[in-house]
Nanobody, 124 residues
Framework: QVQLVESGGGLVQAGGSLRLSCAASGRPFSSYTMGWFRQAPGKERESVAA????????YYADSVKGRFTISRDNAKNTLYLEMNSLKPEDTAVYYC?????????????????WGQGTQVTVSS
C-alpha cells in the first residue's frame, strides 16, 4: 500500500506560479511511476504529467508543455509539479497517482494509488 498526500494548491492570478507536492508513504516510493492528473468540474480526469521511477523519462500533456515541470525526489519520497504561467483553464483539482507498472502512462487505469487531490484555481 502507498499513501499519497498532495499539497500546495491555492488561488493564483493568471500568469502566476504554484508548486504542488505529493508526499508518499508506505512501499518504496522509488519503485513507482508517478503521475499528476487534474479534473475540472464537468470534465473527465486528464493526465497532466508523468515521470518514471528514476526520473529519466517524463511525459507532458500538450496543454502544459513548456509551463509545467514534473520532478521527484526519491530520497524524500516526494513528487513535485512546478506550474508556471498559469491560465484560467488550468483550474482543476490536481491529483497525484502511483503506478506499480514500469513505463509512462497517461490512462488513469494504469495507476493503482491516488491522493485526495488539491484545488488549483487560476483567476483571470
Amino acid at each position: 500500500q502507498v499513501q499519497l498526500v498532495e499539497s500546495g494548491g491555492g488561488l493564483v492570478q493568471a500568469g502566476g506560479s504554484l508548486r504542488l507536492s505529493c508526499a508518499a508513504s508506505g512501499r518504496p516510493f522509488s519503485s513507482y511511476t508517478m503521475g499528476w492528473f487534474r479534473q475540472a468540474p464537468g470534465k473527465e480526469r486528464e493526465s497532466v504529467a508523468a515521470v518514471t521511477w528514476s526520473g529519466g523519462n517524463t511525459y507532458y500533456a500538450d496543454s502544459v508543455k513548456g509551463r509545467f515541470t514534473i520532478s521527484r525526489d526519491n530520497a524524500k519520497n516526494t513528487l513535485y509539479l512546478e506550474m508556471n504561467s498559469l491560465k484560467p483553464e488550468d483550474t482543476a483539482v490536481y491529483y497525484c497517482a502511483a503506478s506499480t507498472t514500469r513505463g509512462i502512462y497517461t490512462d488513469p487505469m494504469w495507476y493503482n494509488y491516488w491522493g485526495q487531490g488539491t484545488q488549483v484555481t487560476v483567476s483571470s
